[in-house]
């Protein structure tokens, strides 16, 4: 494969997770616009506990859990996929 075809797929991939990133970036940052935009207090009831927030806060808190969640879950798939593609090729080789 030429050197050229290497380096313009190791481009596209890089340019796809730029504009992924800009793309997250940007959605947290109309959250976080939204959030700042409501003062008002509001109560939140845990199970074992109870607080008063803003809804800009409650709105930044709970976007940025839904975010790292989302990694997490992505990242776990990614790992049980790679996983079983790697068992997969070992039992193929084996017989």
């Known amino acids: 494969m030429p050197?050229?075809?290497v380096f313009?797929?190791?481009r596209r991939a890089?340019?796809?997770v730029y504009l992924t990133?800009?793309?997250i970036f940007i959605l947290l940052a109309i959250a976080f616009v939204f959030g700042s935009q409501n003062s008002q207090l509001i109560?939140?009831?845990y199970l074992i506990a109870r607080t008063e927030m803003t809804v800009a806060a409650a709105v930044?808190?709970?976007t940025g859990i839904g975010f790292v969640l989302g990694l997490l879950v992505t990242l776990c798939w990614r790992l049980i996929r790679r996983s079983k593609k790697a068992f997969t090729k070992n039992k193929s080789q084996e017989t």
């Open 3 to 5: 050197f050229f075809l």
């Open 8 to 10: 313009t797929l190791i």
């Open 14 to 16: 890089y340019v796809r």
């Open 21 to 23: 990133l800009f793309i």
């Open 43 to 45: 109560t939140l009831n």
């Open 60 to 62: 930044s808190i709970f």
